[in-house]
């Protein structure tokens, strides 16, 4: 961990709920460049302040405020913080592979580099709070509200993303907003799970019950991504 750098882990117990990142943290201005090629992480890192240079699969980019850079799975990259004016930095870390039917889904597979992402900040902000709250609930017996709040903000960040690369929007924008209205509606069930206001299915667990409507909502998405002139 670099020197100031902040990490919050979430609960192994939660983590096979789709769209729940891994881990969140924050990494403060601070010159320091590493190179690496990580086959078991999905990284979409948001820029704070300051500037960097990322080199990834021969591809080079000039980071600057606001900036979004993704590190997927298995991906080669050299990551440089600017020695004059360091980058602070966000970030969502993923270790389980259906980030990556997450981001295909999306049409994020192949990008590495989204500029101008000011929209972001705020989700990124609340996600870390999520995060550090989560990471004290390893012994809660039922899937906090917290948990389904940050997956929610996590697919509004994918959602925000594709929009701003102009990936999703291009072949499917009419469906944009039915998208978002299905995967809201599963996770205002997944809250009133947790709150035990509706009954989950009959003899499966309240965090089995949630981890289901998640999965539910991840296949309910194919059916709606139907391009818009087929």
């Avoid at 389904?148 to 996590?154: G, R, T």
Wanted: hydrophobic share 40%; with cysteine; proline share 7%.
């Amino acid at each position: 961990m670099k020197r100031n750098e902040t990490v919050h882990l979430v609960p192994d117990r939660w983590r096979g709920v789709p769209f729940l990142p891994t881990a969140v943290g924050y990494s403060p201005a601070q010159p320091h460049t590493y190179s690496a090629q990580v086959p078991y992480r999905t990284a979409i890192e948001l820029i704070l302040t300051g500037r960097a240079e990322l080199s990834i699969n021969r591809m080079r980019f000039e980071l600057r405020p606001h900036d979004v850079f993704l590190l997927p799975r298995f991906s080669t990259f050299r990551y440089q913080a600017h020695p004059g004016e360091p980058a602070s930095k966000l970030w969502l870390y993923f270790e389980r592979e259906n980030i990556e039917l997450l981001l295909s889904m999306f049409r994020l597979d192949d990008v590495y580099y989204i500029p101008t992402c000011q929209a972001l900040v705020p989700l990124y902000q609340r996600a870390h709070l999520l995060a550090e709250r989560l990471s004290r609930m390893a012994t809660a017996s039922a899937f906090p509200e917290e948990g389904a709040e940050l997956a929610s903000l996590v697919h509004g960040v994918l959602l925000a993303l594709s929009q701003r690369a102009g990936t999703l929007f291009r072949a499917y924008s009419a469906n944009v907003q039915r998208i978002k209205a299905f995967l809201d509606s599963r996770f205002h069930e997944a809250k009133y799970y947790r709150r035990g206001k509706a009954a989950g299915p009959e003899g499966k667990s309240t965090v089995h019950s949630v981890c289901e409507l998640c999965s539910k909502s991840i296949h309910g998405i194919w059916s709606l991504l139907v391009p818009v002139n087929a």
